[in-house]
């Protein structure tokens, strides 16, 4: 093939054995130096990669196991190849797989050598047929591998898996482990703050919890309890990186990551102010009354919402898909929604002022739709009278002041609760031919923009506010994830947005495999929470129906 036209790489379709063992399958050959790379797969049986069948038992060692491999892939491959492997989370990928017979599959892109438009062969031969056997020599078989690494990759993840699924039964929201590193080297590097500039975590004795987990055994921590946490303190004492740490702790993480053991459940969801966003038949009427204009805020949309709407529209969405703990800081939120002071009361009559307060609205949120928040507030003592717990940050160390914050709240500040309900949220019914993924050819249409965005069809949906987005292989996964929903019925026209999530969680559930099926690519699992948040933010969509909670 050396020197033969680019376009007959496609003739390499199809799968080879390798000379070491396992298959080799050309999945897919680009046609031309400068189209998208081929798309290579590796498959090795059980028997072949060896591993014990302790490590592949259940879904969780074997994502974590598959995590560990990409990794070693990584490392082990250099150009034509690319593993896309990840960062500081552990996620589900399509880059490897790992079967309960242990079997291994690795995904792969790779930009066949070619000079100009005509074949490399001897680059070729040497990529495919030597760098990449002797990678996968090194990287996919136990024998190959440090055993106590693998275990020791593998039981992190497993234990962070069980303490995230343990808080519910506590009645907990989220748990921080004695000694974690929550800081992070920058704003652009997830690594842990390094040189022993990191204070480690430290548990106030009132929140101190321990809980048995399967490998570390009985771990010591801050429990933070279901209602409404506060969490204050001055400015750089590190409010904001703990409650980055809650947000992240959605996710695993790897060994040495600092935050193994900082997890929040899995149902918890960021929230934050974003002007400009198109907001869709969303039922913001528990925070906005009324509108000057005469609209119904039951039933409430706009292409350029302000920063208290379409932070009221992103809470009861997020309550809608299902999350039951919310997570929100004051640096990024709407001042007018999340607070309304005595003089400000004064000044400007109720029923002049369309919106109600967050600080109204937060514990009913909790005692009538279960939902828990943790907030960051440094600059409202209002905020006092309605939270459960007081946790103030001093020097990166937390203490529970929640006593001296009742105390406080004896002393009346004059202001006067303008809510005592959160009412239920009415759900949505989307119609699915907004719900568009082809581009305009035809085709499907799926693009990342990093973390911050996601070109789906011929819609741009802005990401940045969902920032519990930490890869850009979720964005892709997001626009799988909405194209399957579509494709298997999930979004039908008349079932809610609620109960079309249900049935995608079914898929996700499957891992990576479920989004095989819409496209061969690099992507990992997204959450049904951040597969909301792009829905809502794609500017074609409409709702076609509204039903109230139970009907």
């Known amino acids: 093939m050396d020197g033969a036209s680019y376009g007959r790489y496609k003739s390499l379709a199809g799968e080879w054995r390798l000379d070491g063992g396992g298959v080799l399958e050309v999945v897919r050959a680009q046609s031309d130096p400068f189209?998208?790379?081929s798309r290579i797969a590796v498959h090795l049986g059980g028997e072949e990669a060896g591993f014990p069948a302790a490590l592949t038992e259940t879904p969780v060692r074997r994502r974590a196991l598959a995590s560990y491999l990409a990794r070693r892939a990584r490392a082990?491959?250099?150009?034509?190849?690319?593993?896309?492997?990840?960062?500081?989370?552990?996620?589900?990928?399509a880059s490897c797989q790992v079967g309960a017979d242990g079997s291994v599959t690795l995904r792969l892109g790779a930009e066949l050598p070619g000079r100009g438009r005509r074949i490399d062969g001897r680059a070729a031969e040497r990529a495919l047929c030597r760098a990449l056997p002797d990678a996968v020599d090194r990287a996919l078989y136990h024998d190959a591998l440090d055993a106590k690494d693998v275990q020791r990759f593998v039981d992190t993840v497993e234990d962070t898996d069980a303490l995230r699924r343990a808080l519910p039964g506590l009645g907990l929201v989220a748990f921080v482990a004695e000694g974690a590193i929550l800081p992070r080297a920058s704003g652009v590097d997830?690594?842990?703050?390094?040189?022993?500039r990191a204070v480690p975590f430290t548990a106030p004795p009132e929140l101190r919890t321990e809980i048995e987990l399967p490998h570390a055994g009985r771990v010591s921590g801050m429990g933070i309890p279901e209602g409404v946490t506060l969490i204050v303190g001055g400015g750089f004492h590190?409010?904001?990186t703990l409650l980055r740490a809650l947000e992240a702790g959605v996710w695993d993480h790897v060994p040495g990551d600092g935050r193994e053991l900082a997890a929040a459940r899995a149902d918890t969801v960021k929230i934050r102010a974003e002007d400009g966003r198109r907001v869709q038949r969303s039922d913001v009427h528990a925070f906005v009354d009324h509108l000057p204009s005469g609209g119904d805020t039951a039933d409430f949309s706009t292409e350029n919402a302000s920063g208290s709407t379409s932070q009221a529209a992103s809470l009861v969405e997020a309550v809608e898909a299902g999350a039951r703990v919310l997570l929100i800081d004051e640096d990024t939120a709407a001042t007018n929604l999340m607070i309304r002071d005595a003089r400000m009361q004064a000044l400007v009559a109720k029923d002049r002022e369309p919106l109600t307060p967050f600080v109204d609205l937060v514990r009913s949120l909790h005692r009538d739709r279960g939902v828990s928040t943790v907030l960051v507030m440094g600059g409202s003592g209002d905020y006092i009278d309605v939270a459960d717990r007081v946790v103030m940050m001093d020097a990166y160390h937390p203490e529970d002041v929640t006593a001296r914050a009742r105390a406080l709240a004896e002393t009346p500040t004059g202001r006067t609760a303008e809510a005592d309900a959160f009412p239920p949220v009415r759900h949505r019914v989307v119609?699915?031919?907004?719900?568009?993924?082809?581009?305009?050819?035809g085709r499907s249409r799926i693009r990342p923009h990093g973390t911050d965005g996601l070109t789906f069809g011929e819609q741009d949906i802005d990401l940045r506010s969902v920032e519990q987005i930490t890869d850009p292989g979720q964005a892709v996964g997001i626009g799988l994830a909405?194209?399957?929903?579509?494709?298997?019925?999930?979004?039908?026209?008349?079932?809610?947005?609620?109960?079309?999530?249900?049935?995608?969680?079914?898929?996700?559930?499957?891992?990576?495999?479920?989004?095989?099926?819409?496209?061969?690519?690099?992507?990992?699992?997204?959450?049904?929470?951040?597969?909301a948040a792009a829905l809502n933010r794609l500017r074609s969509l409409r709702v076609s129906g509204l039903r109230d909670a139970g009907a």
Do not use: N
């Not at 997830?190 to 022993?196: A, I, N, V, Y």
């Not at 119609?431 to 050819?441: E, M, T």
């Not at 909405?482 to 039908?492: C, K, N, S």
């Open 35 to 37: 189209a998208p790379p």
């Open 76 to 93: 082990e491959l250099r150009a034509p190849f690319r593993v896309d492997a990840g960062g500081q989370q552990v996620l589900d990928r």
């Open 190 to 196: 997830d690594r842990p703050l390094g040189g022993g």
């Open 238 to 240: 590190g409010k904001s």
């Open 431 to 441: 119609d699915p031919a907004s719900v568009d993924s082809a581009g305009r050819k």
């Open 482 to 531: 909405l194209e399957l929903a579509v494709r298997r019925g999930h979004l039908d026209g008349r079932r809610t947005l609620a109960a079309a999530l249900d049935l995608l969680d079914r898929d996700l559930a499957a891992g990576a495999a479920g989004l095989l099926r819409v496209r061969d690519e690099d992507f990992a699992v997204p959450r049904r929470h951040e597969v």
